[in-house]
Structure formats: structure tokens, C-alpha cells
């Protein structure tokens, strides 16, 4: 028994699998629209919502003020090295299901089926709060054109007297739609919405740097390096978007050179916009006088840049956008790779005959994540998504050295330089994160992991492709 827990499947039969007709994607992104993704999926509510509570704290954790600049220097250097290990797997292996399908290559199929459960929470639970913030600052935006929508529309239920959140349920429908057009339709799209949003950030840069007074930036760390920790563990949801991109290497046209590009690329240039504006916000007014919930619009206001507020308000809605579609595609496709792979039900690995998308798997997630963005007020869950996250990125950072172990001789189209120390140094920075978590936030990722376990016993452990071949 204990065996079969670590069976893996071959590189092999990974890519022969994802080579089958009847489950074959079809190619259709560049390097520009795996960046463009990479791009779409960073920055948005990290960058325009998140940042305010890192900055200023709440009652579970010291807020990081001007220190913001280091804590989102911490999480890209943690995200780095492990984007390293992925862009290395993603060369490889070019496949849809990210840490998933790296795990079930390497480290066995119990532990890449905790992967991707975990996943599944990451991924689902980052799609509602995405499309609940969407909702906030689409509601902000019709305010400032004289425009409100009824309490009960536009807030679940027990929440100022709401009864349904319409905007976030009708923009996750929309997304549904165009994700089962067609990944090119999709990726066009956010492209699209990318070059918006970076023309909003490089705005907010110029016109916010005029007003930056040193003084602010004293005290420059005022909880210590406590609050910096904890305020990494918050931004790093605003990084996990490069992990979607490696979901879509099935995808790719060229994955082998471009899937290393639009991984790394993204990740570098999301990071150093990030510290930019980091450092432009607490420098334009007193950490403590940061608007939580609309930190960079606010902070032009306050200021006196009445117009830049809107039109970074309106630049913040498209940003977000991005960021639901990069998500949503990230579900989507490790529900695919799982079910391919039969350890879920075989149905969600259909594709579409004339789009080439797996259309019951987006479907489903639509239906999924539209329904809990209407009625759910997720709250704190949102640091699931941040522990699963970290938890997938360990995880692959040691399949790698695994891998290495294993297969020296494997054909490596990106390898990664100073083995072992990179993947290490990702695993010790992740774990490292890891710790800074509220201890409610350990009890749920571990009891989530349970009730994954018993799933896997009563259901993946039986049915699995890979059971049924060794089996036959």
C-alpha cells in the first residue's frame, strides 16, 4: 500500500497523455500571451487593494508601513526561485496542471493528488475574492458618475442588508464565456486589459512621485521585522499569478523557449513595479492614513488628484479583471490535468470539439466561483489561498532536486544554475513565509488536507489512470 502512494507516472507517459486526441488542447499562445497572462495574473488586487492592509495591519497582524517596499522584495525573491523551478518543469514537461503534474512526476501520486487539492482551494477561493473586489470598485465607479445600485444587489447576504452580489457573480459569467470561446480569445483579452493597467501604474508613478515627502517613510519599519513577515504573507497573493501560467504550457506554441520567458519575465517586471509603487504610496501621505480598501485611488485623492483617483479607480477594475481570468484559467486546468489523469471524475477532462478548451471543467468553475462570489463573504479565507500556494511551491522546489537525483540524464530545455542552492533557498524562503500565517489559517489548510486524503482513499486511489495500468 505504502508503494502505491508513491507511484509516479514517466515523463513519458505525461506527454503522451496530454498528446491523446481526446484530450489534446489546442495551441495557440506566444510568448507575448504567455508574458501578457503572467502579467494579467500579478498585478491587479495586490497591487490595487491588498497593499492597504499590509501597509496599515488589522487586529490579527502588524501592518508593515513604509517596510512595504521590503515585504514585497521578500515575496518576489521567494517567488523567484521557485519560478525558477517551475519555468525548469514547464520546459520539460509542457502540460497543463502546474505543481501537479511536476509532483506526480517526481515525488508520487499521493502527493501530487494533495497538490492539486490544494490547488483547487487556491485557485477557487482566489476567483471569489477577485471577483468580490472587482465588485467593490465597480460599485466605486458608478458612484462617481452620480450611479448606485440597491444594498441587496450588491452584497451577500447578512451584509448590509444584502441578499446577492450581482456584479461579482455577472463578471465571473462573462469570463466563463470567453474562456470557453478559446485561450487566444482569452489571452487577446487580457492582453488588452494589461497595457490598460500598466499605463494606470506608470500614470500613478509620475503624477504620485511629485508629492513623495521623505518624512513619511519615518518610521520606516514601525512593528519591526515582525510586521514586514506578516505583510510578505499578505502581497504574496498578489505574485501567485506566474504559477497559472505554467498551467497553460499544453497551450503554448513553442513552450520549451517561451513558457522560461513568460514565466520570469512577468515576475520580474511585476516585482519591480511593485516596489516602485509601493514606495510612491507611503511616501505621498502617513502609512497610517492608507485607504484599505482602495489604497493607490485614495492616496491620489487625498493628495489632490481628484481625476487621477478615477481614472486609477476605472485602470484598477480592468486590472483586477486580468487577474479573475488568469485564476479562473489556472482552476480550470488543474481540474483538466486531475481529471485526465481520473483521480477526478473523467467528464472534466472533455474538450470542446470546435474550441479545443476543456469547456465542462470551465463550466463548472464558472458556476462554482459565480455562486460563492453572490452569496459567500469569504473574509479571512482568503490566506487559504496564499498557504496552498506556498505549500505547491515547496513542493516543486523538491521535485526538482528529486528529479535531478533521478533523471540526470533527462533533456532539460531551461536548467537552472547553482544546484542545489536555488531550489533549497526557494523551499527554506517559502516555508519561511509559511510561518508568518495566522495559526487559524494552519487548522484550515490542514483540515482541508484531511478531508483531501479521505477523498483520495475512497475515490483517486481506485480510479486513477496510472491504478488501472498497473493493474491491467
Not at 493528488?113 to 465597480?138: D, K, M, P, Q, R
Request: aromatic content about 10%; hydrophobic content about 55%.
Amino acid at each position: 500500500m505504502a508503494n502505491s502512494l508513491f507511484r509516479t507516472k514517466s515523463i513519458e507517459q505525461i506527454l503522451a497523455d496530454s498528446n491523446h486526441p481526446t484530450h489534446r488542447l489546442k495551441k495557440s499562445l506566444s510568448v507575448w500571451d504567455l508574458t501578457a497572462l503572467g502579467i494579467g495574473g500579478i498585478i491587479g488586487t495586490g497591487i490595487f487593494v491588498l497593499v492597504g492592509t499590509a501597509v496599515v495591519g488589522d487586529a490579527n497582524r502588524p501592518g508593515a508601513g513604509p517596510g512595504i517596499i521590503l515585504s514585497f522584495i521578500l515575496s518576489g525573491v521567494a517567488c523567484a526561485l521557485a519560478a525558477l523551478c517551475y519555468a525548469e518543469f514547464a520546459a520539460m514537461m509542457p502540460v497543463a496542471g502546474s505543481a501537479y503534474t511536476y509532483s506526480y512526476a517526481t515525488l508520487g501520486e499521493f502527493l501530487a493528488w494533495i497538490t492539486g487539492w490544494n490547488l483547487i482551494l487556491e485557485y477557487g477561493v482566489a476567483c471569489v475574492v477577485v471577483a468580490i473586489g472587482w465588485s467593490g470598485y465597480f460599485n466605486n465607479v458608478l458612484k462617481t458618475l452620480g450611479l448606485h445600485l440597491p444594498a441587496w444587489a450588491t452584497h451577500p447576504p447578512g451584509v448590509d442588508g444584502g441578499l446577492v452580489n450581482l456584479p461579482a457573480a455577472i463578471i465571473v459569467l462573462c469570463v466563463t464565456a470567453v474562456l470557453v470561446r478559446g485561450m487566444k480569445e482569452s489571452a487577446r483579452a487580457t492582453g488588452l486589459i494589461v497595457i490598460i493597467k500598466l499605463a494606470v501604474i506608470v500614470f500613478f508613478l509620475a503624477v504620485g512621485s511629485s508629492s513623495v515627502d521623505p518624512s513619511n517613510w519615518v518610521p520606516f519599519m514601525p512593528n519591526g521585522f515582525q510586521g514586514v513577515g506578516a505583510a510578505a504573507a499578505i502581497v504574496f497573493f498578489a505574485f501567485i499569478g506566474f504559477d497559472a501560467v505554467s498551467t497553460t504550457a499544453e497551450e503554448a506554441n513553442n513552450p520549451q523557449k517561451d513558457l522560461p520567458i513568460g514565466i520570469i519575465t512577468s515576475l520580474g517586471l511585476c516585482t519591480v513595479l511593485y516596489v516602485l509603487v509601493s514606495a510612491v504610496l507611503t511616501g505621498m501621505i502617513p502609512y497610517r492614513q492608507i485607504d484599505i480598501h482602495a489604497p493607490v485611488a485614495e492616496a491620489l485623492r487625498v493628495a489632490g488628484f481628484r481625476w487621477g483617483a478615477a481614472l486609477v479607480a476605472t485602470g484598477a477594475l480592468a486590472g483586477i479583471t486580468s487577474v479573475l481570468f488568469v485564476m479562473m484559467i489556472g482552476q480550470i486546468r488543474v481540474f483538466f490535468a486531475m481529471s485526465r489523469d481520473q483521480l477526478l471524475g473523467p467528464w472534466l477532462s472533455a474538450v470542446h470539439p470546435r474550441f479545443g478548451t476543456p469547456h465542462h471543467a470551465t463550466l463548472l468553475t464558472g458556476a462554482g466561483v459565480a455562486g460563492m462570489a453572490a452569496f459567500v463573504q469569504i473574509g479571512e479565507a482568503a490566506d487559504m489561498t496564499n498557504i496552498g500556494t506556498l505549500f505547491a511551491f515547496v513542493l516543486v522546489c523538491a521535485a526538482v532536486l528529486v528529479l535531478r537525483k533521478t533523471k540526470p540524464d533527462q533533456h532539460r530545455p531551461f536548467r537552472i544554475l547553482f544546484m542545489p542552492w536555488i531550489p533549497l533557498l526557494g523551499m527554506a524562503a517559502c516555508l519561511g513565509l509559511m510561518a508568518f500565517l495566522p495559526t487559524v489559517t494552519w487548522i484550515r489548510f490542514g483540515v482541508w488536507s484531511v478531508i483531501g486524503t479521505v477523498v483520495y482513499f475512497l475515490y483517486g486511489k481506485h480510479h486513477s489512470r496510472l491504478a488501472e495500468k498497473i493493474s491491467g
